[in-house]
């Protein structure tokens, strides 16, 4: 094991990604963000410098940040934000956490203006069960895109005049390119010029790992490459038992890896990233698939002839919906997915927890919100709860939706249940839960089917729309976490919760001092101190 640091430097700067120039925040001048590559067994520094004029916050998703909760990047939650000008040091451990993850900033909507990017930890050799199962790997980031920073798009979303319908993307990327047709754009005057596809160059008759991020802001995308299955063997850093497949779902925050083996005719094929565009508000003129090319060795530069696996019937009248954009809107079928090293289902629940999802109008502002059990997450205070929880007795205010865990060990189940046309990616921070149950309709206990016999583990789950997701963990990790959808119009609008989780043994723990005074600094002006 090893210390691996890196340093990153957090400016305000402008970029083209589709060709379309716009505001956006970059680490390290790049788009998607550095990559963080590391064994597990190391330990991660990462040296963070706010050059921006505004507060940041940096969350590792896909880490469950044990003995570290201090470092997980949640402004109001367990962290204070990094004030602008300063410096800040995440570390954090990787013991248990090989895989494809990701990080992104935490604070308000940052990450949807530029600030995400990958990280692989690498499973030692002697005991990666895939280590002879595929030559060579890429790391693929999808994401929707916007013309606009978030700014302009909230201060729609965030009004009477938008009745609650998320900003609309203009664009997809894959690795932060794509091309845009300039006749479209919006508003007009932007810069707007032919932007690039990604190009990814194969040698024929290897097998290659693509691990698959979806880093968007709110669109489910659906994966595939023409004429190639794909074999799935990890999601969310659990390996599984592997699947073959046309096509993967990804939605935000998910990740999986599959492996493609380039057997087919040394030509070139397109990758596709369609957008899940039957479960996004109102159509666009957006372009529904996002493109990179997969070009085999010795196939020279000409475009990819390839056809997708829908092909519109010519004849007919009806409009043709693609069904792949239904697909895209759903997670990959659990009782399908199987963790590699098998774990019974866990029981007995010890606390069941219902978590109803809901959007209203609030009568005096007109504003819709999101509601968890009808309580809508307000804005994160200065001073997170991990810090206050600290020193006195836990107590909250309901607008910042806290729940308490207080037994170790014991098993926490959430029903998360949506009546609701649109479908939520639910990320729960801390841990990597079974999904074990997801489904149509209201869940009910005993008569809903459970994913019994080794339920797949991950970090982000679907709640289907007018559907389900049921979830466990173990309550053995001491923090404050996080329950929200990764839809990060829906963080901004309150569906969120939190876990204080094992309070008695987090007040028995040493807060790392520079931890503790980055909430000695006074917020800047115009945020309340809690
Ligand atoms: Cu990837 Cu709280 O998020």
Redesign the pocket.
Known sequence: PRNRIFFWKVTASTLAPDGVTRPVLLVNDKYPGPKIEVNRGDYITVVVQNALDVPTSF?W?GFTMRDDPWYDG?PGMNQCPIPPGTNFTYTFGTDNTSGTHWW?A?FENQYIDGLVGAIIVHEPPETDPFLHAYDEERTIIISDWYHQPTGPLLAHYLSPDSHGMEPVPNNGLINGKHTFNCANVIPADLKCEKGERTVFHFLPNRRYRLRIINAGAAAPFLFSVDQHQLQVIEADGTNLNPILVDSVPVNN?QRYSVILTTNQEPKNYWMRAEFGLDCLPKPTNLDPVILAEVRYQGAGAAEPTSVGRFVPDPNSKEPQINPAFVEACKDLDLFQLHPLQPVPILEPISKSIQVRISFKKNETDNIVRGYLNDITYAADPWNPTMMQNLKDVVQYDVAQHVMTIDKRDSIVQIILDNSLGGEHPF?L?GHVFQVVAQGEGLYEEGKSQLSAVNPVRRDTATVPRKGYTVIRFKADNPGVW?L?C?IEWHVTTGLVMQFVELPDELRAMHIPKQAAQLCEVPPPAGFKAD
């Open positions: 969350h998703h949640v992104h935490h925050g990320h921070h996080a929200h990764h």
